[in-house]
Each structure stands twice: as C-alpha cells, then as structure tokens.
C-alpha cells in the first residue's frame, strides 16, 4: 500500500490534542477513540494504534467495574458502593508503585461519567457496549495497517469472539492470519508537523548552543559545524548534497592524543546492581562483570567464553581502574528490602552520584522497574550480539531513563539536553522512508514504563513529582516514536564478555561525528566515550586545524563491498567515501584485464 503524504491540515488533531490536554477530559474514552480515527485518516496508523490502546484500556476498565456492581452506567445512583473503601484500602500498594485497582478504578469513575452525560440521564450502556466494539476495531485495523500483523490477528480474534456480530474482525483476522508476520511493523519517520521541539539542526542558533555549551563539556579542541556531505544511494551513486552536522579540529590534533572525552546521562546499564558498571557513566567498577542469577540461556560446553572477557584495548586506564568506593541508593536499598521490585543503583564516583540525583534518579528512586530491566537483559544474547544497535528492550531502558529525566527536571522528554540534538529523523519527510515499529517497543511496553514511574497513563500526572510540569502530551505515542528513531539513529550498545547488552547510551557528540572509511580519529565508549587522533605515539598529526574528524563506524578492515552493506543503514546509502572510491575503481579495473 502506498501513504500519500497527507498535505492537508492537522487542525482536527491539534483541536483533540487540546481537549485531551485539559484535565477534565483526560479519562474521556470518545475523544481517545476520535483521535485514533484522525490518525488514521492521516496516514498514521501507528499513532492511531496508541489512541485506539487507551481507549480499549477505559473501556475495559468501566466494563469490569460495572459488570462487579461497583460502578453504575446510569445516572440513578452514586457511583459506586463499597468498592471505593477497599480502593482506598490498596492505595497503600500505590506506594509500592504497582498500578492498583485504585487507578483502574478512579480512571473508570472518571470515564464513565462522560458516556453518562453523553447518554443524557440514560443508560450509558448502549453507548459503552458501541464504544467497545469501535475502540477495538480501530486498534485491529491500525495495527493491520502499520504492519503488526501478529497483533492484529491476537485483537481481530478477540473481537470475534466478543462481538460476533460486528463487521471487520473476521476480514481482520483473515487477512491476519495470511500474511506473512515476519518484519513486524514499519512506520514514517519523519518530524511530525506538530512537533515543535526538533531544533533546526543547522541554523546559527543551534549550532551556537552545541559549540557554547555541549561541546566544552567534552572537549576544547574541537567545534560543531554545518557540512555539505553526498546524498547516498544504495546503488553507489551519489544522489547530490544534504546537510549534516559535522566536527572540526579548531587546532591540529596529534596521534594518539584523546580529542574528546564525553559522558552522557543517556547512559542506562541493564543490571545497575549487579553488573559491575556504573548506573550513571556506564564505567566498569569492578574488574569483570560476575554474573549474579542463574543464566537465562544454556551455555554449551566448549562455547567457551574467556573468564574476564575480551581483553578490551589498551587505553589510559582510566575505566578498568577499580574505584575505592562505590556508591548505592539507600532508598532504594531500603525498598527493595520490603519486597517492592527496585532496582538498587550502584555509583562510582560521588560526582555520579550527584548528578543521577540531580538529573534523574528522583523519578525512579524505589519504583518498581526491575522487570523493564529484567527484559533488556534477558533479551541480550542472540538478537542484539549481530549488531552494535542495542535491541528493542535496551530502548525501553533508555526510554525509561528519558522519561525519569523529563519528570525529575521538569522538561518536555524531547527537550531535554540529552535527547534534543539527536539525529532521528530527516527535517522534510523522505516520501516512502519507514523505520521499524513494534507495538511492544512503542506502546504496550510504553504504558508498562509510565506504570511503572507511577506516572498516570491518561492524564500525564505524577501524583508527587512535577505535578505541574508533565502533561498528557509527554508521553504521547509520537513522542515515543520520535525519541525511539533517535536512539536507533544515534545510539550505541555494549556486550559484556557474555555476549549479553550491558550497556546503552546516546552520546550527542559521538552522533555528530561523521564517517569514512580512512578515518582520522577512532573511538571507544566503556561508558565515556572516548575520541583520539589516529596513528602511533609520535606520527605526527592525526587531524589538521579546520579539518573534519572522521570515524569509521565499521571494521575498516572488511573489504570495501562488505563495508557498504554493513552501513547502508546507518548512512542510508553505499559508502562513497575517498577509500571505497578508490577500492571500487581498483577492482573495477582488475576486472577489465
Ligand atoms: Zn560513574
Ligand atoms: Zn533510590
Ligand atoms: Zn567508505
């Protein structure tokens, strides 16, 4: 199917996403479901999956609680009996930061009082029963549209049995079960037209910002510049010039010198306590990372695995120099010792410390995110060993950690220093340019996220943090999906010496710093990443003054065909660089004779 890129105006969704923005609506399952149809209409199916999501979440909640008697669909009585006691009752397990029925409740009790208005005095049961059968139908059709397939069929198949009569499911489920669930979905990446928080990456603003306060954070040799690189195809032409981002020597920079030395909050590390790296910088503490549960995956014999790791290359020691001290969270401590799922985090410095208080520990201090953990872990192995991306549930660390980090300071997620100069997505929408999207990774898992920081799902509220600050629109599905095409553009995952990810994390320097395939400086993250000029101690200069630093984002010693493949993805074409030229014409010509 081919999405026209709709043209038109956005009006109808920016006059839903005030209303929806406006406390008192924030639980109104018809607005929910008239966004969703929006989306679709718009040619945003996947967005339209979150909004169909919520409303299916408040009608079943309303559902439940009317079908237990403890919430009425008329306007005969109040709206519930005993019901509210035991919620009150279990708000103490909101302390242990579970979402309880409590909050199931009370966002029923809100939900169900705008189907009674729209009922007029009636019975609101018509009306529910409708909305039930619509919210769902629209999230099978969405889902079937963005290409989650496997979804599709799961929810197609409830809607059969739950409306058996309805038009949709069964053609839904049919179609479903046809096809072919291998890629999962794939949807536009682009800067929505609503977006109001993507920098214009090359104006004299930005780049002001980036040399005026990122960079001499990392370094005092280098500075950010606009460069015209080659537009690539995947056919090795080249296509003409787009703009980029690039970094510059500002004085010449001497092999082997370290040109650039940056650290990031972006940073998460699948097991903070027992992995043997700093929850803050990602720095190993201890010596090796001693695995601390039963393996999750059956080693065979003989799939030996050198007691230590790999030993990583020589640097200046910096990393792998044990601290005196480590630093833990007693709070946290203190929590999981009562049995809440937290995640005790381990610091290696108290600068660490500091700035995870400051910038974002608040936000996760005693909640329960032990499971989101658990998953990045136990998904490490095969999925994510064949690539230097981090898997889908690394992202939702990294996506757990922005969030903690937009409550805990106050700021929009997409506007935080961290996150708002990476390169996501191309500043005018490339007709036909899809990333891949999964309805665990950007909405179900998403929910589970903001459940987990106690953050309301509906309203945006958090009932002791920035309470004034964070909006429903925070969180929304289009943030998600632009932060998630961020970190699949620009973010780097570590393996531990059991190929497991250990750690993750966005650095915007690092995502600044363009390729080729003869580069000048290399790098090296183990939790700081880490730029020095190339070549040995005393050969002279690695990168002239006013020259460009180049890093090669492959094994620069794979032939230049391999090396092509390797990075169509990351450069979004074959490499077209001075060595791939050249090594394409040498073969070229050896062909000839
Ligand atoms: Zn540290
Ligand atoms: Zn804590
Ligand atoms: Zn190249």
Request: contains cysteine; proline residues 5%; glycine residues 10%.
């Amino acid at each position: 199917m081919t999405v026209s890129s709709p043209a038109t105006s956005t009006d109808a969704l920016d006059e839903l996403a005030a209303k929806l923005a406006d406390g008192a609506n924030a639980y109104d399952p018809t607005l929910y479901l008239a966004r969703a149809r929006a989306y679709l209409a718009q040619a945003y199916p996947d967005l339209a999956a979150g909004d169909a999501y919520r409303a299916v979440l408040l009608t079943d909640y309303i559902r439940d609680y009317s079908d237990e008697g403890d919430l009425l669909l008329d306007d005969s009585g109040v709206g519930n009996s005993g019901r509210e006691e035991e919620g009150e009752d279990e708000e103490d397990g909101e302390e242990e930061g579970r979402r309880t029925d409590a909050e199931e409740f009370y966002a029923a009790t809100q939900a169900v009082l705008h189907l009674r208005r729209a009922a007029g005095q009636g019975d609101a049961e018509p009306l529910l029963e409708q909305l039930e059968q619509d919210s769902l139908l629209l999230l099978v059709t969405a889902l079937k549209e963005v290409g989650c397939d496997k979804q599709a069929g799961e929810y197609a198949r409830l809607g059969v049995q739950r409306f058996p009569k309805a038009r949709g499911f069964r053609e839904v489920l049919g179609a479903a079960e046809a096809a072919d669930k291998g890629n999962g979905g794939r949807a536009r990446r682009l800067v929505y037209p609503w977006n109001s928080h993507e920098p214009d990456r090359f104006s004299a603003e930005a780049v002001g910002h980036l040399n005026g306060l990122i960079v001499p954070r990392s370094s005092d040799c280098v500075e950010v510049r606009v460069v015209n690189l080659p537009l690539l195809s995947e056919a090795a032409e080249v296509l003409g010039e787009t703009k980029h981002l690039g970094v510059f020597a500002k004085r010449d920079i001497v092999a082997g010198e370290n040109c650039m030395r940056e650290e990031s909050a972006l940073t998460v590390v699948t097991d903070p306590a027992e992995g043997g790296l700093c929850e803050y910088c990602g720095c190993r503490w201890r010596k090796e990372a001693v695995p601390s549960r039963p393996k999750l995956v059956l080693r065979l014999p003989g799939d030996a695995v050198a007691e230590g790791g790999k030993e990583r290359k020589a640097d200046d020691g910096e990393d792998d120099a044990a601290p005196a001290e480590t630093f833990a969270c007693d709070l946290c401590a203190e929590a999981e010792a009562e049995g809440i799922e937290a995640v005790v985090p381990i610091w290696c410095s108290p600068h660490c410390r500091d700035m995870a208080m400051a910038k974002y520990h608040p936000a996760l201090c005693s909640r329960p995110i032990a499971p989101i953990h658990r998953a990045a872990l136990r998904q490490s192995d095969a999925q994510v060993a064949r690539s230097s991306q981090p898997g889908g549930a690394v992202y939702a660390l990294l996506m757990m950690k922005a969030f903690a980090m937009a409550l805990t300071q106050g700021v929009h997620p997409l506007e935080l220093e961290e996150t708002k100069y990476l390169y996501g997505v191309p500043p005018v929408e490339v007709l036909e340019l899809r990333i891949g999207w999964g309805w665990e990774e950007n909405v179900r898992g998403v929910v589970g996220i903001l459940e987990a920081l106690g953050i309301d799902v509906f309203s945006g509220k958090h009932p002791s943090l920035s309470t004034e600050v964070s909006r429903p629109d925070w969180w929304d599905t289009w943030v998600v999906n632009t932060l998630v095409a961020k970190f699949r553009g620009t973010a780097s995952g570590r393996l531990n010496a059991h190929g497991e990810t250990e750690a993750a994390a966005a650095h915007t320097l690092y995502s600044l710093v363009n390729h080729d395939c003869e580069p000048n400086v290399r790098w090296e993250c183990a939790g700081i990443m880490r730029f020095w000029g190339v070549g040995g101690e005393g050969s002279g200069i690695a990168v002239k003054e006013g020259h460009e630093l180049q890093s090669c984002y492959c094994d620069n010693s794979l032939p230049y065909k391999e090396r092509r493949e390797w990075m169509m993805g990351c450069l979004g074409g074959a490499c077209m660089c001075s060595r791939c030229l050249r090594e394409e014409k040498e073969d070229k010509e050896r062909e000839k004779r």
